[in-house]
């Protein structure tokens, strides 16, 4: 796809200016959904901030011909160390939502993973990318909900199985309640008029919006006798979403291929994981959506790494602005990133095009880190081209 005009350079250079534009097509709700994080935003704000505390030690004098930045995660190649995380509520963000960003992955090469909470079905999601699909799961619905998603993701194609395993409620992101989300989502006409105003300040939105026929049903939630679940607000969705070690045993007797445990911030739970046969972590804080003031995913991966041993693949999601950010993360022993708000922002400006820009961008960004680190492939990254005095807690 040819990347659409509202996105090129010099409007759009990097994810902060796909951010701005985002922030001016969406409504204030939609927009702070996305953006915000839960209570003072600590964790949030740090995930940003640990990737500046890591400085580079590039090695000059050095030519680099071409760049190899192509690696592999669960096997699968990928055409750069980044895929895209699950983000509940993408069709509300812009029409094409899942399909759309899914698409834009696999046009880049990457990978896609779709959250339960997603408005477009899971078989339209895996037809529109060449890429390789993961399917996230929450148990929203209940277990014969659940199961039944898994089958469809299974029988549709999806190679890998994410676990989300950091909520067992949703963390008190302040920004949703003043917004009305509740309210909008779900609420009564009544309820939602002090909300109205800024939706009808958002008109690009609306339309686009009522002409997707209003808010989307869960798709890929189908309560048995009943159909697709309703919309549901994120603090509903996830008061039912809660995960066990213990379900691990159920899922594995449904899901044959990979699992990926999403939501480890110790070496201890990434233990855990593998010994209950987990193929991969992911070293996240739910994007400082959760628990507020737990470490910087950044900060939590050496310890993650350290403590698998080199057992299982180590993924890492949280504060990834730029390519550097990426670099930094393989670096420090992840197999690759998940990008979360960065595709986010580009969905929520332009769709498609967006997310495409936003992938062009990051892994633009990752050539030229390696080309100016005098590094010749995203496989030789190690901690030897950091300064990581900053980063690291003490050695436990
Ligand atoms: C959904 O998983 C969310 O964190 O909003």
Redesign the pocket.
Known sequence: MATSKSVRSPKVVNIEDLRRLARRRLPRAVFD?VDGGAEDERTLDDNVRAFRDVTFRPRNAVAIRTCDLKTRVLGQEISFPAMIAPV?YARLMHPGGEVAAARAAGEAGTGFIL?T?SGHKLENVKTATKGPVWYQLYLVGGREAAIAGIERAQNAGFSALVI?VD?PVAGMRERDPRNGMRELVGGSVLAKLPYVPNILAHPRWLISYLLDGGSPKLENIVIPGKGPMALLD?TAA?AAAAVEWNDLRWIREVWKGPIVIKGVLTGDDARRAADEGATAVVVSN??G?QLDSVSASLRALPEVVAAVGGGIEVLMDGGVRRGSDIVKAVCLGAQAVLCGRAYAYGLGAAGEAGVARALEILKDDVARTLYLLGCPNVGALDATYLDTRLLLPAPR
Do not use: D, E, M, P
């Open positions: 959904y509940g959250s909470i989300t909520t994120v996830l739910h994007g959506r």
